[in-house]
């Protein structure tokens, strides 16, 4: 069956740091896109992708940045950690149908990330 | 900023009780989604209602948009434990295929 799978599920690190995180979908859906979840802000976009080489900044960009080589993949890369950066982060990915916007997203299980 | 924006917050109620939550968003959509999410898993997509229609079901799921008033409600009929959750709105606005979520009912059915 197709999925959509995000590693590493936990990752504490330090402040400064690179970190990145994976995201791999198999529905080979073109649209990628990744959330942060905090408490009292629901879900806010990232970056998304509607195709290989293709990237778009989100509503919180600043500090994040992703890279589309192939149709599978959208990791997304904290240059360096901040604190502000602990959250709860969720990959998705959907068909693009051509009707805008009423395509279903597919969410991975979550990447919980501690900025120490 | 947020699009949209679900009430209450926080619902309890008992197991076979109708849960109402609602969706409040802010500018012109194309569509509109419910979502629900369990905890400490991803998103689930439930139903899909569009700027031109008025009601929607599926299942014991009934779905309601008033574009005149900017908001939906979502409303589970017979719940049930498995049912608890938290439930978020979602709207598509503009060309491309992004959704901008709302911060989330919480629902909890209790036997």
């Known amino acids: 069956d197709a999925e959509i799978t995000q590693s590493p599920r936990h990752k504490i690190t330090e402040t400064g740091r690179q970190v990145t995180l994976a995201c791999h979908q198999t529905w080979n859906h073109n649209n990628m896109f990744w959330y942060r979840q905090d408490l009292g802000h629901g879900l806010r976009l990232i970056h998304y992708s509607y195709g290989v080489h293709d990237t778009n900044k989100g509503e919180v960009s600043d500090g994040y940045s992703v890279s589309r080589s192939n149709t599978e993949d959208l990791p997304l890369t904290l240059e360096s950690a901040a604190s502000s950066q602990t959250s709860v982060y969720f990959c998705?990915?959907?068909?693009?149908?051509?009707?805008?916007?009423?395509?279903?997203?597919?969410f991975g299980p979550g990447t919980r990330l501690l900025v120490l | 900023s947020q699009q949209g924006e679900e009430d209450p917050q926080a619902l309890s109620i008992q197991e076979g009780e109708n849960a109402t939550m609602n969706c409040s968003y802010k500018t012109s959509i194309n569509n509109l989604q419910w979502y629900r999410q369990n905890s400490g898993r991803g998103l689930v997509h439930l139903i899909l209602?569009?700027?031109?229609?008025r009601e929607k079901h599926s299942g014991r799921l009934r779905v309601t948009l008033d574009t005149s008033k900017k908001s939906s409600s979502l409303l589970i009929t017979a719940s049930r434990a498995a049912d608890t959750a938290s439930y978020f709105c979602?709207?598509?606005?503009?060309?491309?295929?992004?959704?901008?979520f709302g911060t989330g009912t919480q629902l909890k059915v209790e036997l």
């Open positions: 998705a990915s959907s068909e693009s149908r051509g009707l805008a916007g009423e395509e279903t997203q597919y």
């Open positions: 979602a709207t598509a606005t503009g060309g491309g295929n992004k959704l901008t």
């Open positions: 209602i569009r700027s031109n229609e």
